[in-house]
Every structure is written in C-alpha cells, then in structure tokens.
C-alpha cells in the first residue's frame, strides 16, 4: 500500500530489490519449500548460527517470486513463459493420478475399453490430440510440446484473422484476411501467406516498457500481482463481490458448498 | 472459456472476476486494445465505472457467466494473485486443485479443463444432492481479455 502511494520511495525500493537480485544467482528453482532450518544445535554465540540463518534468509528471498522476476529483468530477460515469476500451471492431478486408476494393463497408454462407460465421455476430453488415447503427452504444456506447438500457430494465424479481436472470426473477417494476404493479387501463394502471418518483428520502440515500469506495474499490481496466491491443496481464501450490474453479491463459500468452483481473473485490455 | 462454461456448466460454478486493467491507456503499458468503440481506457478510479468498463467488456466478447467487480484496492486479485489474469480450480472443500500460471503466459484455459475432468472423475458418485443454486442469465456476466485467447 505504502509502495503504490509514494512513487520515490518505491523506485527506491525497486533499486534495493534489484541489487539484491543481482547479488543472488538468477534462474531460482520454482520450489515453494523452504528447507527445514539446520543446525538448530547452535548456541547464540556460535557465529555459524548466524552465517546458517543468513544463508537460509537468502534462499528464502531468492525463491520469492518478485525476487524471481526482478532477477529475470535485471538480466535483460524480456517476460516469457518459463522466465522469472512465469512458472507453470500447478494441480493436484495429473498423468500418474489418472494411470493408476485406469491404466489396468500399465502399458503407459489408457485406451477407451480401459474405462469404465460412465466416466468414458468425461475422462475422453484428456486425450487431447484425440488420437484414441490418454497418454502422458496429452498432459505435457510445456512449449517443447508438438501440440503446443501446434496451438501457437493455429492461434497466430487466428490472431491475424481476428480483427476485432473478440475471439471469433466472421465470413467476412476471413475474407478481409484473404484481400489483405494477397495484396493486389487475386490468388494467394505460399509466400504471401507467411509473409500475412509472420510479419516482420518491429524493433523495440522507446515506448517498450523499461525495467523500472515493470516495478511500478508490479507494485500497483497491473502487471502481475506481488502476492502468490494459495497454494495447490491450500484453502481457497473466502470473498464476496458484487457482480457488475450491482444487483447480485456472490459469495465464494455459499457456492463452493455444493459444487467446484472455477475462478477467472482477467480484465478487458 | 465460454465453451468450457457452457459444456461443464451445471456441474460446475465458474466466475469471472475483473480486476485492475493491465494496459490502461494512463497506465505503465498502454496498448490501444479491443473494440470499445475506439475510446481509450483509463484505469478506473471509481467502483462504478470500473463494473462499467467490466459490462462493456462482457457484450464485447460475449461472455455468459457471472462477473464479478473486484475492489478497487485489488483485494480478491491480490488474495490470489489474480492480475493481470490466472486461473483456478477449486474443489467443494474450498482446497485449491488447479492453479494457472500467471497470465498472459500461463493462461491455459485447457491445461485447467484437464484438473477439472480429473476432480469430475474424482468426484463421480460422491456428489452433494442437487441443490438448486441461483443462476444468472444472459449476459450479467464476465470477461477478461483472457477470455478470449487460447481454446
């Protein structure tokens, strides 16, 4: 609170966290735990004491994620997945969760007769390229991914498509792609095409947000939100918000009674 | 998102929760964005104009589950660490089950439907008798520029 209020004393604050970000070695491991202290053994005037528990603050602070992602930027690491405080997606399932419980033959692979009928529909939308199994691949998001891979460009291409950018594209949008790829010309070829989707990158402007408005976007929380949020298996903190037409407060906990719950946060731009 | 609403909808609560504009027009990184009638946007500074900026956002992309205004100090965003966008999965014990990366990278509405169908075949006979919840109809409902990348 007092950081977003008063703009010196957080570029002041921005400058300390980046020089300790600086002294600790970048890439910090994505690890929520913290080690259990060591040497509790020693007496106060033991000064191993004392170089144990600063070491042990040091490795605290470098897993924070705001270190994390100062870090990233003081070494000149642009925001990408994988990079600074962009770790991924967490949950309390996964592959092995669902082998042991259907992969009866335990070949690695769970095909539709190892299902039982009643969840076969639901547990179908895991097998995500639709190949006729679940395998562990249909859980890999990484960008390694083939089928990431995949997704990223069918999603740039839509991005170039979608205009209006409201996330569905019209006949028309469709057409006005094809006049736009095709120039003057009344056919399309290979090479219009990729020069229609991957445009070359313009060169960083002096409008690029620089290191220092990364800080201020992070302590007024536009750019990502210095808190970590629950963890996974954690207890989901309670709310109640209006929804926004004022005429409904929902509670988290009143609807989470009876069903899951799933949040969204986001905002317009 | 609205696909996954519409297809697990009545077994499950989905809220969208608008928090603080990530690319503001009078903000750290402006981007002139989306179809607002060309107006630019500012970083609200009143509770009822950002649930209007909130609504215009909801018809914009069309969006049919409920939206939810956070405060203005960002309370729920920063409880969990919802900006500029993430996702979450939560179980009927109110226990976190999926946590999305941090958006715009780790906003992956179909890495979070794979943690739902697990926790539906998690569930599978075990569900709480019907209760008839309220629901809300139309489009008193959400967004998140989110909401409309990925699947």
């Known amino acids: 609170m007092l950081l977003q209020t008063n703009p010196r004393l957080m570029r002041k604050t921005g400058y300390v966290l980046m020089a300790v970000a600086c002294l600790l070695p970048s890439a910090a491991a994505a690890d929520d735990e913290v080690p259990a202290t060591p040497g509790r053994q020693h007496r106060w005037y033991n000064p191993r004491r004392y170089v144990e528990r600063f070491k042990q603050t040091a490795d605290e602070v470098r897993h924070l994620e705001i270190v994390e992602m100062i870090s990233a930027l003081a070494h000149g690491q642009p925001p990408d997945e994988g990079k600074g405080w962009f770790h991924p997606g967490q949950s309390r399932y996964g592959w092995q969760w669902l082998a042991d419980r259907y992969d009866r033959d335990g070949d690695g692979k769970i095909s539709s007769d190892e299902l039982p009928p009643e969840v076969a529909e639901l547990a179908g939308r895991l097998d995500r390229d639709q190949n006729g199994k679940i395998e562990k691949a249909d859980f890999d998001w990484s960008s390694d991914s083939p089928y990431v891979k995949q997704a990223a460009q069918a999603r740039r291409l839509f991005g170039s498509v979608d205009r209006d950018r409201n996330g569905r594209i019209t006949g028309e949008e469709w057409r006005s792609f094809f006049d736009r790829a095709a120039l003057d010309s009344e056919v399309l070829t290979p090479a219009d095409l990729q020069a229609a989707l991957f445009p070359p990158q313009p060169e960083s402007s002096d409008d690029d947000p620089t290191p220092i408005d990364f800080l201020r976007g992070f302590a007024s929380g536009e750019l990502g939100s210095i808190s970590q949020g629950p963890k996974i298996g954690g207890h989901a903190p309670d709310f109640e918000l209006a929804d926004h037409q004022g005429q409904r407060r929902v509670r988290l906990s009143n609807l989470n009674k009876n069903k899951p719950v799933v949040l969204i946060f986001g905002s317009f731009t | ?151």
């Open chain 2, 1 to 151: 998102m609205e696909e996954l609403h519409r297809r697990y909808g009545d077994r499950v609560e989905f809220l969208a929760i608008y928090v603080r504009e990530a690319h503001a027009a009078n903000g750290v990184w402006p981007s002139e964005f989306k179809d607002r009638g060309g107006e630019p946007i500012n970083q609200p500074t009143q509770i009822g104009e950002r649930a209007e900026i909130a609504g215009d956002c909801c018809q914009v992309l069309e969006i049919s589950m409920p939206l939810l205004v956070d405060d203005l100090d960002d309370r729920v965003g920063r409880a969990y660490s919802g900006m500029p966008d993430r996702m979450y999965v939560i179980d009927r014990g109110g226990q976190i089950v999926y946590k999305g990366g941090r958006g715009p990278f780790g906003f992956k509405p179909a890495e979070m439907e794979q943690s739902l169908v697990m926790l539906l075949l998690d569930t599978t006979g075990d569900q709480a008798p019907a209760v008839a919840t309220q629901s809300t109809d139309g489009c008193e409902s959400a967004c998140s520029s989110a909401l409309n990348q990925g699947e």
